[in-house]
């Protein structure tokens, strides 16, 4: 990955591209790169469909090679749901491909002067920007089968739906899977309505010719993937539990916990949890003839995604999530997993975050315009309003907190903007701590479960006392920061959570490909480096410690059952980056 | 239960235990003995074996409480006692018990703060999630669980159900067919049934 390609959509003459050294760029990757790059030359009061913001594409620091599990792409900007500094992730093959063909990053910059689409292809003999305006309006699943048709299925495609192109909050950018379908998604923040304001609708990728990039010291590179994978292999969730169920196994779990958020956060079960949970959900889709262990992109090992199928045993969509699972089902009251998988194929293919999107209709439910568990009306908002570009779709299109001010709405579950994921603060509190002081808005995978105990990121904590919550969130922050930015699945997060000889084999494969030697504080010190990057950025976007905080009804209204509300100090939340 | 519960034992192929699933999801009432621990009735009662507990079982919850220490708190009459496997994500790691990221989750961790009562026969209700599942289905289901009668005919209903059952047995009236069961010996209303289930090869 030695050179950048960077493309002024805004040229005089119309777009241009040229290709830059990479320089301190080519031994980083994901979440690091496009931070960097976003923080350094994007100013951080642009509008953010404006010309002065930038979209910058960057695959991880192992992607191309032949490293299991490192096939994640980053995609860094402004986001226009947030207002903050952004970075998404999708799995797919784009990661791998733009790896192999040389590219540390991809930067967009500009606004074109004409309204003509534009598609982006490269191959090993160069760039070349098309304008094509037949694909207007064109959503992902016809999209893609159009540009296999010029194209082939030899490459990997990076497109948006309608959403992105009418610029709508919630959009997100797709990525296509082993099979060609466009169904992982840079999902968070609005980065595909970021796209679609610079015109571009499609990115093809096409690595023929090209070989997987080669490591420093060969021989010490194939040992640490070797038992990197064996890790892998033998840890109860990566080798079991998510190649069995998927994400979605979560649901049950949570359900008991009483931290389900169900009915847009009215209380904390859903009676139907058991209809759409992952043991429900893999049973339905074997019975079916689809799959429940199937991965993103080659060189997977976890196999955590699956293949669903419609009654007729035809392909609808990927396996949904369990984000998905719950945004579209218990949030809006849903107990059907079809009609759940009908909501994901529809968001996947219009090109939405289905998080946000989720939530939104259950904000919506809750203003009234549906009532809660209709299944005909939850799909007509998304197919018909959102999908269609109506008055109401261009509102619930741009997400919760839009549609909850539209109409008169309390409870809207958001942070800077963005849309909680499925895990109700109130009953797990530290997680809540994450979600209120993310640099990203609401995410549940800002601070993931990344080997604090073993990293002793920020020295010992006492995981019992609660005062730890705080503390466990920070460094669950800048760990997972660190993981973003070598371009690896987080699911890699729980083996080298439990075994320090996975961690290290994870530390030598990055060491081995690059000729040097990574120890634990090397991933601290990046993941701090990172996040300290991303809150100037937020301070001078005008962000401060009064958006650091979790919406005034997690700490009034109780959940059922346990009836807990959110406890979590403010002055607590004002140490969590205590390190600026 | 009552010594007058209607008690049915079945014998069955293994692949006919997926009917039970749904079931074991959403819980299944047992009859134990309430006021030992919670690592007394896993162990000592249901006969999971320790390693299994210590290996398999990473989250537990009492009443929806995770649970810290087996060993301390107390399973009462009533009680909701819910067994995962290792979970994924950040709350899979939370709710994992006694894990390093517990205290993201202290606000439903289950405080065992009073002492035993003695202990008595009684019931709790047992829910079985993702790996443990189909794990420890054949052991609950050969311990016995109680449930409707309703809720035995409408499984009795089920071709997956019936084709998997080799023999029925009922406490009293001797081996019989599943027709005979539905139509002749099953109550029609919702009293308390205990139903046992082997598998083949193991004695009724």
Redesign the interface.
């Known amino acids: 990955m030695d050179k950048i390609l960077r493309i002024d959509m805004g040229a005089a003459g119309g777009p241009k591209f040229k290709e830059e050294p990479a320089g301190e760029f080519a031994a980083m990757g994901g979440r690091a790169t496009t931070t960097t790059i976003v923080a350094r030359e994007v100013p951080p009061l642009c509008h953010a469909l404006g010309a002065e913001n930038k979209l910058v594409i960057a695959p991880g620091m192992l992607s191309g090679t032949t490293a299991s599990m490192s096939g994640r792409l980053s995609v860094g900007c402004k986001s226009p749901l947030t207002g903050t500094i952004k970075e998404s992730n999708a799995g797919g093959q784009a990661a791998q491909v733009l790896a192999r063909l040389g590219y540390a990053a991809i930067i967009i910059e500009g606004l074109p002067q004409t309204d003509d689409l534009y598609t982006l292809y490269i191959n090993k003999d160069g760039v070349k920007l098309s304008v094509n305006n037949a694909l207007k309006l064109l959503d992902n699943y016809p999209l893609v089968e159009k540009l296999r048709s010029d194209y082939g299925d030899k490459v990997a495609y990076i497109t948006i739906g309608s959403a992105g192109e009418r610029k709508m909050a919630s959009a997100s950018i797709a990525c296509t899977d082993p099979e060609l379908r466009p169904t992982r998604h840079c999902g968070r923040g609005g980065t595909g309505a970021v796209l679609g304001s610079k015109r571009i609708k499609a990115i093809i990728l096409d690595d023929a010719g090209c070989k997987h990039r080669q490591p420093v010291n060969p021989e010490a590179f194939r040992d640490a993937n070797r038992r990197f994978v064996e890790g892998l292999r033998k ?3 990566t080798g ?3 190649p ?2 998927g ?1 979605n ?2 649901t ?3 359900n ?4 389900y958020p169900t009915n847009n956060f009215a209380t904390g079960q859903f009676a139907g949890s ?1 209809k759409i ?4 959900q893999a ?1 339905l889709e074997i019975k079916r003839g689809g799959s429940a262990t199937h991965g993103c992109h080659r060189g997977c090992v976890i196999q ?1 995604s699956g293949i669903y199928n419609d009654k007729d045993g035809n392909y609808l969509t990927k396996q949904p999530e ?1 984000e998905t699972v719950w945004s579209h089902g218990g949030h809006c009251g849903i107990d059907d997993l079809d009609t759940i998988a009908m909501l994901d194929y529809l968001d996947d293919n219009i090109g939405v975050d289905t998080i946000e999107m989720g939530v939104t209709v259950g904000v919506a439910m809750e203003a009234g315009l549906i009532p809660f568990g209709d299944r005909e009306g939850a799909i007509r908002l998304v197919r018909d309003e959102v999908g269609k570009g109506t008055p109401l779709g261009r509102i619930l299109g741009n997400g919760a907190e839009l549609t909850g001010k539209a109409y008169g709405v309390e409870r809207v579950p958001v942070v800077k903007g963005q849309a909680l994921p499925a ?1 109700d603060p ?6 809540g701590v ?1 979600y209120a002081t993310s640099t990203q808005g609401a995410d ?2 800002a ?3 990344v080997a ?2 073993i990293m002793k990121v920020g020295g010992d ?6 005062a ?2 705080v503390e ?2 920070r460094n ?1 922050q800048i760990a997972t920061t660190a993981i973003d930015a070598t371009g690896m699945c987080l ?1 890699i ?2 083996p080298i ?1 439990d075994q320090p000889e996975t961690f290290q084999a994870l530390l030598d494969l990055l060491g081995s490909f690059y000729g040097i030697t990574m120890t634990g504080d090397d991933v601290v010190g990046l993941g701090k480096k990172v996040l300290t990057l991303e809150r100037k950025f937020n301070k001078e976007a005008g962000f401060g410690p009064q958006h650091d905080r979790l919406p005034r009804f997690f700490k009034n209204q109780p959940l059922a ?2 009836n ?1 509300v959110f ?1 979590v100090t403010d002055e607590d939340l004002d140490q969590v980056f205590n390190w600026d | 239960m009552t010594p007058s519960d209607l008690s049915i034992r079945l014998r069955m192929r293994p692949e006919g235990l ?1 009917v039970f ?2 079931m074991l ?2 819980g299944v009432t047992l009859s134990v003995e309430v006021g030992g621990s919670v690592r007394e009735l896993l162990c000592a009662q249901l006969g999971i074996p320790g390693d299994y507990i210590k290996e ?1 079982i ?2 537990l ?1 009492l009443n ?3 649970i ?1 220490d087996f060993d301390k708190a107390l399973v009462r009459e009533s009680a909701v006692v ?1 067994l ?12 994992r018990s006694g ?10 961790t289950y405080h065992e703060d009073s002492g035993g009562e003695g202990r008595c026969a009684g019931s709790i209700r047992l ?1 079985l ?3 443990i ?1 189909p794990e420890l289905a054949p052991l609950i289901l050969h311990w016995g669980i109680r449930f409707s009668a309703q809720e035995m005919r409408s499984l009795v209903k089920k071709e997956a159900f019936a084709s998997a059952v080799e023999r029925v047995v009922v406490d009293g009236q001797g081996e019989l067919g599943l027709e005979e069961l539905q139509c002749v010996v099953l109550p029609a209303g919702e009293e308390p049934v205990k139903l046992s289930v082997s598998l083949v090869g193991e004695c009724l």
């Open positions: 840890h109860p969730v079991e539990g998510l069995a169920y994400t196994v979560l049950n779990v949570l008991e916990a009483g931290g058991t949970s992952g043991e429900a049973e955590c369990y895990y109130r009953a797990v509190q530290g997680i994450t549940h995978t601070g993931y479960a604090t105990n904590v006492d995981p019992l006392k609660p730890g919550q466990l969130s669950l699911f997060a729980f959570l059952p346990h807990v406890q | 997926r699933h749904p999801q959403q398999r990473s989250t919850f929806g409480r995770a810290d819910s995962s496997g290792a979970m994924p994500g950040l709350v899979g790691a939370t709710m894990g390093h990221l517990a205290a993201l989750r202290e606000a439903i829910k999630f993702n790996l599942l």
